[in-house]
């Protein structure tokens, strides 16, 4: 088949090769027969590796959905009754975190700093001193709002000096930048299929401790469809989903990972920053702004800073990009208007020279001077 091939730009779904597209054209098969049950056997201790988890400690549970379901089924899972949560948080998914534990009524502190900058490690540390009573930490790895990348190592620690658990959503980070479940003191970590391992959308996971699902069945049912040892216990006992799993997108996660593994991970890093890097130079030579300094961003989103042109119009600009076969992306930051340019997915660096050509050509179009320009 000749698929059209379009570069997204956009922070997930990621561009995906032919390959993986395919690799969802199968027979069809009932998802209670003991061959795909194997099948996602491989793909669970899989997803462990990719994690640089345990296979003796941790274990991956798979689920149907987009990545808020992680969220969602850690939260509810994971908190014992009589204890509340500490999410800290400085980005629009850790405040999504935040709006689960309020929508669930679950006791939690939403510890907010700027999004234009990492966490205050020595607030963190505090608020961790005075609330003796907080069982769950919870971050995002990389806030793909604004592509600042958080400390999440230091986090952890504090975490479990106070018997603390960490829960870390690492959707937008994991398979794309280095992490290390042990090495990082993260308990529980999260993705979905279409980000890092540049698959496609419907299929979630969260790779965890073991013991700490297990404990978990003796805390309060905050769901029944989104509960973690609920998913785990049946995928123990039989090999399978709780309900209906993404058929499809399971075959094209394993084929994602077995590219994943031929790519080699150190490369696919290099990879990422090698795009990363030819989307700065880009900017740079345009005249944009991006609005994170750069030694704390996290080598896969840049958030641009709309010029003070009066002729800018981000929608005009998208559509005459998207027209030639290029997707971008709106901000994700309340006070300040943005547009975000991702490196995740199948491209190259040949790919964002390509990009910026066409966005050069549509600031000719629109009558927007180059160098653009800003007031301040």
Known sequence: MNIKRNILLNPGPATTTDTVKMAQVVPDICPREKEFADMMKGLREDLVK?????????????????????????????LPEGKKILVV?????????????????????????????????????????????????????????????????????MAHAHNAIFVVDTTSSLGMIPFDMVKDNV????????????????????IGDRKIIEQSAEYPK??????????????????????????????????????????????????????????????????????????????????????DDKNWDFDRIHDYCYDNGFTIYPGKISTTDTFRLCSLGAIVPEDIKAFFRTLRKALEENGISIPVTYNR
Do not use: W
């Open 50 to 78: 990719v994690a640089h988890g345990d296979p003796q400690r941790h274990t991956a549970v798979l689920f149907t959905g987009s990545g808020t379901i992680n969220i969602d089924v850690c939260l509810n899972s994971l």
């Open 89 to 157: 948080n400085n980005g629009a998914y850790s405040s999504r975190a935040a709006e689960v534990c309020r929508y669930y009524g679950m006791p939690h502190i939403d510890q907010k700093s700027s999004v234009f900058d990492v966490p205050d490690l020595t607030a963190v540390e505090k608020t961790l001193d005075e609330n003796p009573d907080i069982a769950l930490v919870y971050t995002t790895h990389h806030e793909t709002g604004t592509g600042v990348l958080n400390p999440i190592r230091e986090i952890g620690a």
């Open 187 to 206: 308990d529980f970590c999260m993705a979905s299929a279409q980000k890092g391992l540049m698959a496609m959308t419907g299929l979630s996971f969260v």
């Open 222 to 307: 905050r769901s029944y469809y989104c509960n973690l040892f609920l998913q785990y216990d049946y995928f123990e006992k039989t090999g399978q989903m709780h309900f209906t799993p993404p058929v499809q997108t399971i075959y094209s996660t394993i084929q994602a990972l077995k590219e994943y593994r031929e790519e080699g991970e150190e490369a696919k890093f290099r990879r990422h920053r090698e795009v990363f890097e030819a989307i700065h130079e880009g900017l740079d030579e345009l005249g944009f702004k991006d609005v994170i300094r750069r030694e704390i961003q996290s080598g896969l989103v840049v958030s641009v800073k709309y010029p």
